[in-house]
């Protein structure tokens, strides 16, 4: 199995709290991501990094930000939480360079009152 | 219209069934990911498709470039094979890395 981790892995929070989301990995692959998933939605890119210090966003940014310090870290931040952010999140990476084999994390379960 | 349809949204089948599932996109691509997902877990690749077909154990995929379609199928389906599964598609030129997700085939497959 990849290694790949998130944390935490269940977080309740309120109405205008920041909160941070990490994923870890082991496996040194450049393309890192953060996705969200909703009922009826699949799964949507939030933000993606393609390398330290570079990220782009995905299609629904509003509200987060990332940064990508370490190749082994992706940081996840909400600002100031709203319950339309309640959702299931999951981190991503890719070895696009070799397979472009896609490796999740177990996801983090975020619910805001 | 989404760009990557799958069908059915539903699926029951009875053990030992031939199934198939199917993802259609109308995007250009560089590939095609099927994923699984059990009820409260994590996600899990099953293949990555570019062309062509790939087999594992009783699960096999093939894509239709052309047509722009594949298909998942699973044969001698076991109750273990229920699960949500989740059709990618990806445009790997440029600099993005972007990936264009179904919306998911709920399947159970019942003893």
Request: charged share 20%.
């Amino acid at each position: 199995d990849a290694g790949i981790t998130q944390s935490p892995r269940h977080k309740v929070t309120e109405t205008g709290t920041p909160v941070t989301l990490r994923c870890h990995q082991t496996e040194n692959h450049r393309y890192m991501y953060w996705y969200r998933q909703d009922p009826g939605h699949g799964l949507r890119l939030i933000h993606y990094s393609y390398g330290v210090k570079d990220t782009d966003k995905g299609e629904v940014s509003d509200g987060y930000s990332v940064s990508r310090s370490k190749t082994e870290d992706f940081l996840l931040t909400l600002e100031s939480a709203t319950s339309s952010q309640t959702s299931v999140y999951f981190c991503a990476i890719s070895n696009r360079e070799s397979t472009g084999e896609l490796f999740f994390g177990e996801g983090s379960r975020l619910t805001v009152l | 219209k989404n760009e990557v349809e799958q069908s059915p949204q539903n699926l029951t089948a009875q053990e030992g069934e031939f199934i198939t599932i199917n993802c259609s996109y109308s995007v250009g691509i560089s590939a095609l990911h099927w994923l699984q997902q059990h009820p409260g877990g994590g996600i899990v690749s099953l293949f990555m498709l570019s062309s062509g077909k790939k087999k594992h154990g009783r699960l096999i995929a093939t894509i239709n470039i052309q047509e722009k379609h594949s298909s998942l199928h699973i044969t001698a389906s076991h109750p273990r094979d229920s699960a949500v599964y989740i059709c990618a598609v990806g445009n790997y030129g440029g600099a993005t890395n972007k990936l264009i997700f179904g919306t998911g085939t709920l399947l159970a497959v019942q003893p």
